[in-house]
């Protein structure tokens, strides 16, 4: 394993604005001024306008999730379940157990599957230096692997893997890495050669797990994306009652374990261990907010596997419990009408774009607060309030990342501690799905069967749905009057990490988290990259960067 180094940092002082930043889904800029080499204010625009909420005005609210899941081509169950339980919420019903653990099993999948592309396909790379594993020795590589790992990596699977990436640098294309790093000698990338070539290994490997994983979500889910089985209600895939469709989840569920267990963690310690200075860079906001997921009973949060909570001021010893109507939106510099805050339930959808690059209004997304307090939430923020609470299963999870690293908790408040959090919250989620589906199996040979029951569209109601979706905390809130959606909101991840400062002027959880980040080179922000893509802000395409003594463009992809 590499020594811990110290990421360099230049003495430039600029703007630099990357534009746009994308993962998959969606679009990002970010606007940063360096001042001798670190970040010294930043700004995250997002400038993709969505409109659903003004697309499901008038609608029947049943239809609500078959637009929702549309938000995000990766994260669609996420949202379909948070209509879904909004509704339910509006309605006031309580969904049979077994529907219950349907959904938990389907979306813990969705939880590993979510993780290990994370890790692997959208973030490694910031890290990672494929063309330096040309220089590693694959017989030391395979003796690295077999000592962080139960699962061996052979030597000769090794030299294949070296031999790919040989034809690919000498092609010119590099096929799935083109333009998806800074290729070239970055001061900022310093994993060993064969930490290098192993981590390429299991990049392409992962490829193929998170088919499998997928597949499992649609065992149950009929289809992938865009499942097809919820209801309010419950859920209508009675093929999941027998015995060959239990037996298919299982054995895909049984090799994400695996892959998570002896590849994905030991992976995470392996880069997390020569990058341990990040372990300071990165920390951001003081205060940390989730809701908590896969329920006992479907309305009580209370009921949850992981517990929703609130952390102010990273005092792990006085986790408070959380609050719905301390949720309110803000929109003082965002491109909406109006200057006032609002609780979801009253939130105003009115576009109003001023100009690109303006520091007043800067993007589409809002600025969601809770109790005025800027926060972020995923999974950094589920495991600090699950530690916090003391579970047992993620206290021994995250005691044993942190005595591998040689490090304290306080490690835990930054882009390390972001990147590290998903793989704890992988291995947490992981044992959920086992018990969910034992529990599921003895139900089933008791003979209770029960996976829905019937509903009706009250007049008028309102209800709120919450889902700790892989990226955080996920709310829709629906109003219903006269049988017909009147108003609807989402209250998504990104908008609490990625949106812009609040009336008060309290910078987002990105913003925060990138002043202070030292930058090598300025033609080349990978320093910028690894603690945005740390909050897997699901979106992908170019990105950018101009000088700001030259107004040279420099510009590059991230895949």
């Known amino acids: ?100 653990l349907i959904r938990n099993l389907v979306l813990g999948m969705q939880n590993l599957h979510d993780h290990v592309v994370h890790f692997y396909h959208l973030h490694a790379l910031d890290f990672v230096d494929v063309a330096a594993a040309l220089q590693a020795d694959p017989a030391k590589a395979a003796k690295l692997n077999a000592s962080i790992s139960p699962r061996p990596t052979s030597e000769e699977d090794l030299r294949a893997v070296q031999a790919k990436v040989k034809a690919l640098v000498e092609s010119g294309q590099l096929g799935p890495f083109t333009n998806a790093y800074f290729l070239g000698g970055h001061p900022s990338y310093y994993l060993d050669p064969e930490a290098n070539l192993v981590a390429t290994a299991h990049y392409l490997e992962a490829l193929r797990v998170q088919v499998e994983i997928a597949r499992a979500t649609a065992v149950f889910g009929a289809k992938n994306p865009h499942p097809q089985f919820l209801i309010a209600g419950g859920v209508t895939c009675y093929n999941a009652l027998r015995p060959d469709t239990i037996a298919q989840f299982k054995a895909l569920y ?41 329920p006992g009973k479907e309305r009580d949060l209370t009921t949850r596997y992981l517990k929703p909570g609130v952390i102010f001021n990273r005092d792990l010893s006085n986790p408070l419990p959380f609050d719905p109507s301390k949720i309110s939106e803000h929109v003082r510099h965002s491109w909406y009408e109006g200057e006032e805050a609002h609780v979801p339930y009253q939130g105003v959808t009115e576009p109003k774009f001023t100009k690109m690059g303006d520091t007043d209004r800067y993007s589409w997304m809002k600025a969601p607060r809770y109790d005025g307090h800027a926060v972020e939430t995923g999974p950094l923020a589920q495991m600090l309030i699950s530690y916090a609470q003391g579970d047992k299963l993620v206290t021994s999870t995250v005691n044993t990342v942190l005595k591998a690293l040689n490090v304290g908790p306080e490690a835990l408040f930054s882009t390390l501690g972001r990147t590290a959090a998903r793989g704890v919250e992988a291995v947490v989620v992981a044992n959920g799905v086992g018990e969910w589906l034992q529990e599921l199996e003895d139900n089933i040979a008791k003979g209770d069967e029960k996976i829905c029951i019937n509903t009706q569209v009250p007049q008028n109601a309102e209800g709120a749905g919450f889902v700790h979706a892989p990226r955080g905390g996920l709310s829709h809130w629906i109003v219903i009057e006269k049988g017909k959606i009147a108003n609807f909101q989402l209250v998504v991840p990104s908008t609490w990490n990625l949106g812009p400062r609040c009336a008060e002027g309290k910078l987002s959880a990105v913003e925060a988290a990138l002043v202070g980040t030292p930058v090598a080179d300025p033609k080349r922000p990978v320093e910028i990259l690894r603690t945005v893509h740390s909050f897997d802000p699901c979106i992908a395409c170019g990105v950018h960067v101009i000088d700001g003594r030259t107004n040279q463009a420099y510009d590059f992809k991230v895949l």
Not at 43 to 58: A, D, N
């Open 1 to 100: 394993m590499s020594e811990a180094k110290t990421t360099p940092q230049s003495s430039y002082t600029g703007p630099i604005v990357v534009d746009p930043l994308t993962r998959i889904e969606g679009h990002l800029r970010i606007e940063v001024e360096v001042e001798n080499g670190r970040v010294k204010d930043a700004r995250s625009c997002s400038t993709l306008f969505r409109g659903l909420e003004t697309i499901l005005k008038g609608r029947d609210p049943r239809d609500a999730q078959f637009f929702t899941a549309r938000t995000c081509g990766v994260c669609t169950y996420t949202h379909a379940l948070a209509s879904t339980r909004a509704l339910e919420d509006a309605m006031q019903i309580e969904i049979p157990r077994n529907a219950s």
């Open 254 to 294: 049984q090799k994400a374990r695996a892959f998570v267990e002896q590849v994905y963690i030991p992976d995470l310690l392996l880069v997390a261990g020569a990058y341990k200075d990040w372990a300071a860079i990165g920390g951001g906001v003081s205060d940390y907010m989730d809701f908590g997921e896969f």
